[in-house]
């Protein structure tokens, strides 16, 4: 029985497998989510929470894709590590190791998506100047001032949002959020959205936490690693 669950793991035909199930349950999410409100908090709260709390009928298909992802996972770990054992006494080691090197990125980026999950979340929220707003860890986020300016023809020229951050009475930092420059605390990314000058000025603000943002980074730039050392390895091969 061990044997045939290694086999069934390190078999091409299981990913392929795989992956068509996966893009099936995708698909009958593309179909599921635009015709139930209940998705539109799904970025809001961590994901992990947010579908324990709804009722199966909707969720499915997303435990299905969190199950298959699973498999999928546990088979490109076992094909790496059959890959590494049954080709160990070549002397080409990197181009042995470009697709593990890809298959490590990949891994990553799941686990980046697994993190996000469990502690990720985004929200948005009209505020004015003097506004104050609580963050999760007691922490209160207030907008100082709104800055906007325009030119001499009545465009938007430049704008900016001063901000701090108080915690237990005291200012714990200051920050200025402006074009591509967002304010980042304790992990809690707040960007401008939208802004309105008149008839009062405000902005809307997102404010976010993705966890599994720099586990994704470095997956990206190992699979983009693996893939061009595959690429040049297979092409000086040939050539």
């Not at 199950?67 to 490109?76: D, E, H, I, Q």
């Not at 090197?101 to 003097?130: C, P, T």
């Not at 800055?147 to 020229?157: A, P, T, V």
Request: aromatic share 10%; proline share 3%; hydrophobic share 50%.
């Amino acid at each position: 029985m061990i044997k045939q669950a290694i086999n069934f793991f390190i078999s091409l035909k299981t990913a392929i497998w795989l992956l068509c199930l996966l893009i099936v349950m995708l698909l009958a999410g593309a179909v599921i989510m635009p015709a139930n409100e209940e998705f539109q908090s799904i970025h809001s709260v961590p994901m992990l929470e947010w579908i324990n709390e709804q009722p199966l009928g909707l969720t499915w298909w997303l435990w299905s894709s969190i199950g298959l992802l699973s498999l999928l996972t546990a088979n490109t770990l076992f094909c790496s590590i059959d890959s590494i054992i049954k080709k160990r006494k070549v002397t080409q080691w990197l181009l042995i190791l470009s697709p593990q090197i890809i298959h490590i990125g990949f891994l990553f980026i799941l686990l980046a998506h697994l993190f996000s999950s469990a502690q990720g979340f985004k929200g948005y929220s009209a505020v004015a100047e003097g506004t104050a707003l609580e963050l999760k860890d007691k922490t209160i986020l207030h907008i100082k001032n709104i800055r906007i300016s325009f030119d001499n023809k009545g465009y938007l020229s430049d704008w900016a949002v001063d901000a701090e951050y108080i915690a237990d009475g005291k200012t714990v930092k200051q920050d200025s959020i402006m074009p591509n420059k967002p304010s980042i605390y304790k992990g809690l990314g707040v960007y401008v959205k939208d802004l309105r000058a008149y008839p009062e000025k405000m902005v809307l603000l997102e404010l976010s936490r993705e966890p599994g943002a720099v586990w994704a980074l470095i997956g990206g730039i190992l699979f983009m690693i693996g893939t061009i050392m595959l690429i040049i390895l297979k092409w000086k091969r040939d050539k």
